[in-house]
């Protein structure tokens, strides 16, 4: 069987992107999608999925005409009979499914800047009459033109509970939930080194100010921060803000190796992620799949994967004053048994694994026929 999978960029990777490079390996799959980056693409791993990559046209790097542009060249993209099944993995590539069918969308959210995030944008971000109304009237736009393209997907797989309740809430559809891939047998757990990981993008629903707050207060401890960013204006002036005035006891980690970064989980202490309702989150299972503990808020998909107690500490209503504290209980913790969390955590992760992932889409796939 023939498959293509669409997906908006290729240019930064994050969990998304793992997840679109991981189905064009393990499904022998065609990528299509706009921008993409040979060696970041490598650096993590997939230099044999690159010669199935192809470009259907180049998109600018800043909002809106980003977003606009891939939106109008999948929605233009008719492949008519060249593959017998398509795979919608990136949520601005949904137009995809106009004309290219049978199809089933794989998303990681509904576009949060239309969506769940659209409130917290208009207030923290716009700040004038004329900024507000601009992004309203795109926003009115968008959403109309996203629902109807929606309209299009055969089927609906999702990466979380957290997202199956948002497509229902703003989209009025079914999705079934299928959890991102981990590819266990990649990670290791080694002798910590003292240092404290994290791992995300620095956007600001990623909320990494509240990590800067808890490292300030204490000096002692130290924090490794593996953060890439898009270089667009909306995202490259919080991203300068935060390394300008990260803590002297955190550094600040950009485009490593899939190699690195797996040592880096391999002999941390333990993982922390702060982001605003996430979608899933790939990383505390790739942190518990090194026998980690992970520190994370008690919202969105970071309570579909960390058992509170087990395999770390969910914090709700986080802030940098109970994120402390969760980190001094840890290490009064692993002082006493340094392998309090270990088993518990690799045998988490492995309930995420690669081949749980494609096993269930390949069901999805056969049932569509």
């Given at each position: 069987m023939k498959i293509a999978v669409f997906h908006n960029y290729l240019e930064h990777i994050g969990g998304a992107e793992i997840v679109v490079l991981t189905l064009a390996r393990e499904l022998h799959a065609d990528v299509y999608t706009?921008?993409?980056d040979k060696q970041k693409i490598r650096a993590m791993g997939f230099a044999d999925v690159l010669p199935r990559i192809i470009s259907i046209g180049k998109v600018p790097i800043n909002a809106p005409l980003r977003q606009q542009l891939t939106l109008f060249y999948f929605r233009r993209l008719n492949l008519g009979r060249k593959y017998d099944y398509y795979i919608i993995a990136g949520d601005w590539a949904i137009s995809g499914a106009v004309n290219n069918k049978p199809n089933l969308w794989y998303s990681h959210s509904p576009v949060r800047e239309l969506f769940d995030l659209y409130s917290h944008i208009r207030k923290t971000f716009l700040t004038n009459f004329i900024s507000r109304a601009s992004y309203d009237l795109w926003v009115y736009y968008y959403r109309f033109l996203y629902r109807r393209y929606v309209a299009h997907a055969q089927q609906i797989a999702c990466n979380s509970q957290n997202v199956q309740q948002r497509i229902k809430r703003f989209l009025?559809?079914?999705?079934?939930?299928?959890?991102?891939?981990?590819?266990?047998?990649?990670?290791?757990?080694?002798?910590?080194?003292?240092?404290?990981?994290?791992?995300?993008?620095?956007?600001?629903?990623?909320?990494i100010e509240m990590q800067w707050d808890a490292f300030s207060s204490l000096p002692h401890e130290r924090l490794i921060?593996?953060?890439?960013?898009?270089?667009?204006?909306q995202f490259e002036e919080y991203a300068t803000r935060m390394i300008r005035t990260k803590p002297k006891n955190v550094t600040v980690l950009s485009w490593i190796t899939d190699e690195k970064l797996r040592k880096l989980y391999a002999h941390c202490k333990g993982f922390i992620t702060t982001a605003q309702d996430e979608d899933f989150g790939m990383t505390p299972v790739e942190a518990m799949a090194s026998g980690k503990p992970v520190i994370a808020a008690n919202e969105g998909g970071?309570?579909?994967?960390?058992?509170?107690?087990?395999?770390?500490?969910?914090?709700?209503?986080?802030?940098?004053?109970?994120?402390?504290?969760a980190i001094e209980k840890i290490n009064m913790q692993l002082e006493k048994n340094p392998d309090k969390y270990t088993d518990a955590c690799l045998q988490r992760a492995k309930e995420f694994d690669t081949q749980v992932f494609i096993r269930k889409i390949k069901k999805r796939i056969k049932t569509s026929h």
């Open positions: 706009t921008n993409y009025g559809r079914s999705a079934i939930v299928i959890n991102p891939p981990i590819e266990n047998k990649k990670y290791s757990c080694k002798k910590s080194r003292g240092y404290w990981l994290s791992v995300n993008r620095l956007y600001y629903h990623k909320r921060v593996v953060g890439c960013y898009e270089p667009s204006i970071y309570k579909e994967t960390v058992i509170n107690g087990k395999t770390g500490i969910l914090i709700g209503d986080i802030n940098s004053a109970k994120l402390i504290h």
